[in-house]
């Protein structure tokens, strides 16, 4: 069966958290032919792992690459998800922040329009600051 998965099917395969729906989430996911993983719920789970458990960055970008890479999972762009990953957890970005210098990196724009110095962190991209 293919299907959207969901941020909460994620969390409790990664968590293991609670123990008896981590091993229904883990069990779908291994018996899963293809998983659709929208980027958005991408961006979810690393909200929760960083807001609700706490993990710190290392362990959600291990996290995030784990889901990504994983038999099942399908994304639209494995690459620009992986390098969100990397820029969240090397450059002490917001996912989001991650996911618009890697966006910008990937498609060659390379200039984002935004008032977060964050984004000036890799040295990869122009950021532009409305005056």
Known sequence: MTAF???NILIRYLTGDPPDLAARAGNYMREADFLLLPDL??????????????YDRLQVAD???????HP??????????????ELFER???????????A???????RAVASFDRDID???TVDRIEPS
Do not use: K
Not at 72 to 85: C, G, M, N, S
Not at 103 to 109: D, K, L, M, N, R
């Open 63 to 69: 996290a995030l690459r784990t889901v990504i890479t």
């Open 103 to 109: 966006s910008a990196e990937h498609t060659g724009v």
């Open 121 to 123: 962190r890799p040295g």
């Open 91 to 101: 450059y002490r970005m917001d996912f989001a922040d991650a996911y618009l210098v």
């Open 5 to 7: 998965v969901d941020t």
């Open 72 to 85: 099942t999972i399908r994304v639209l762009d494995p690459e620009l998800l992986v390098r969100t990953a």
């Open 41 to 54: 719920i991408l961006a979810e789970v690393a909200y929760v792992l960083t807001s609700f458990y706490d």
